[in-house]
């Protein structure tokens, strides 16, 4: 009699972006798959997310004029992280992601376009593929469709994962057992991805791992508590980069939703509740949510006009907090300073030095401001009425450490053996980041999701 209570070609554990894309990889190639995913229904920090996957040298960016190289990607993120993301595993997912997001297009008939608007902090080109909604619950509805209609995958809901079971000499896994319906079920399988996301909704290990995060908001999905990390780790599985995290700076307070960063990167500035400025603003928003952090109450108060509005309308979470009202209108800045309780005066005088520092070439944080700089793409101009505002806090989204991987996606052994037939992507896998938030690029999280649960199933599937 088998030991197993079920059998497949492949297990695997977590049904987000990066499961999800693992799992129709698979089904192309014509393997029996299970996908088991402890909450009621697909989800992770890719409903929560915008949908923006970069990738670069797809027909999408040749078909605007857009010319851009997998290799640029590569610089890119090895700039942003100061080269402390493995090298390896870097550009394999650089030169995946353009095959990635092409296919998912064409196989899976997801709905992507290149996202003009604005550009992250970062970036060299306009690479950011997202559903036109601009939306990553869309993009989830969008996989989850697909999959849904291949007969060799099934997805078991309300199934947690309990334990990881290696074979005799621990280089390769038998398959898993889950928490299913009160009862314990054994899955082998010849394979096994582990898309179970991060660690940012485990308190005790955040508190370990990111103390400085460990009371700011949590805003990504409460399932991320690491399962996939800590049972792998058990077997001996290598972590890295475990303090890392995917930080947020423009929360609304108390509203609770995303504000998006394009208000930044097209002209707005950031003040304290003294009026003013306290920041470089060309930093990403990931390094930013320390410094709010730091701030008395942890509250910060943006500050944009009419093009930065316009520009970030395309954004879902942005529509949303205008119709909430989390973001307000003002005819001058006296309202504003009114509207936020900021002294009388502060804002005003804050926004004549800016606009003064502007006109001499240099901002107050000492950079140049002529022109935008070609690689971090911040807008530097005069502030105008209509202005807009916002209450804003820091929020922990998304945890980078994770298990360490080769390029084929593979885990490694804490004795610097592979796992022959164990796959890890998304953020139950070292991200991209490094071990700091500053290294994150906007969209690593989806990048590592979907290219290294791309890059897993091609693997897995051999």
């Not at 915008?50 to 004029?65: E, V, W």
């Not at 902090?121 to 989830?140: E, I, K, Q, V």
């Not at 990390?229 to 980069?241: P, Q, T, W």
Request: aromatic share 8%.
């Amino acid at each position: 009699m088998s030991r197993w209570d079920v059998e497949v070609d492949v297990v695997i554990v977590g049904a987000g972006a990066c499961g999800l894309v693992a799992a129709s990889a698979l089904a192309e190639a014509g393997l029996d798959v299970v996908v088991v995913e402890k909450m009621s229904s697909p989800s992770g920090n890719t409903s929560l997310s915008q949908g923006m996957i970069p990738a670069a040298g797809t027909r999408f960016q040749r078909d605007l004029g857009i010319d851009d190289r997998p290799e640029t990607l590569f610089e890119d993120i090895m700039k942003k992280n100061g080269g402390t993301s493995d090298k390896q595993v870097t550009r394999a997912v650089s030169e995946h992601a353009w095959r990635a997001v092409e296919w998912l297009v064409e196989g899976c008939h997801v709905d992507l376009s290149v996202c003009t608007d604005f550009n992250y902090p970062g970036f060299s080109n306009y690479r950011m593929h997202a559903p036109p909604s601009r939306s990553g619950r869309d993009l989830l509805i969008s996989l989850e469709r697909h999959v849904g209609k291949q007969k060799n995958v099934s997805i078991a809901t309300r199934a947690a994962l309990t334990s990881i079971v290696p074979d005799a000499d621990g280089t390769r896994i038998d398959g898993v057992q889950i928490l299913q319906n009160n009862e314990m079920m054994l899955i082998g399988a010849k394979a096994t991805i582990l898309a179970s996301n991060g660690f940012g909704g485990n308190r005790d290990m955040v508190q370990r791992y990111i103390p400085a995060m460990s009371d700011a908001l949590y805003f990504g999905h409460a399932g991320n508590t690491g399962d996939g990390i800590l049972m792998a780790s058990e077997i001996g599985a290598a972590v890295g980069s475990m303090s890392g995290f995917q930080g947020h700076a423009s929360v609304a307070v108390p509203h609770g939703i995303l504000i998006t960063w394009g208000t930044v990167m097209t002209g707005g500035i950031l003040l304290n509740a003294s009026g003013e400025r306290f920041t470089n603003e060309i930093q990403g928003y990931s390094e930013m949510a320390l410094e709010v952090q730091r701030l008395p109450g942890s509250v910060a108060f943006e500050l944009f006009d009419q093009v930065s509005y316009d520009a970030a309308s395309s954004i879902s979470d942005f529509r949303t907090a205008v119709e909430a009202k989390a973001v307000r209108k003002f005819d001058s800045l006296e309202a504003y300073e009114a509207a936020f309780h900021l002294p009388p005066g502060s804002v005003c005088s804050t926004v004549t030095a800016y606009h003064a520092s502007l006109q001499n070439g240099l901002d107050s944080d000492g950079r140049p401001t002529s022109g935008v700089d070609p690689f971090e793409r911040r807008e530097r101009r005069r502030l105008a009425p209509p202005y807009y505002g916002v209450r804003i806090g820091p929020a922990l989204f998304h945890t980078q450490g994770g298990l360490k991987t080769n390029e084929h996606a593979q885990v490694i052994r804490r004795d610097g053996r592979v796992f022959k037939n164990l796959y890890a992507g998304g953020g139950a896998a070292e991200g991209l980041s490094g071990p700091h938030p500053k290294g994150y690029l906007s969209g690593n999280g989806l990048l590592s999701a979907v290219t290294l649960g791309y890059i897993a199933g091609l693997h897995a599937s051999q």
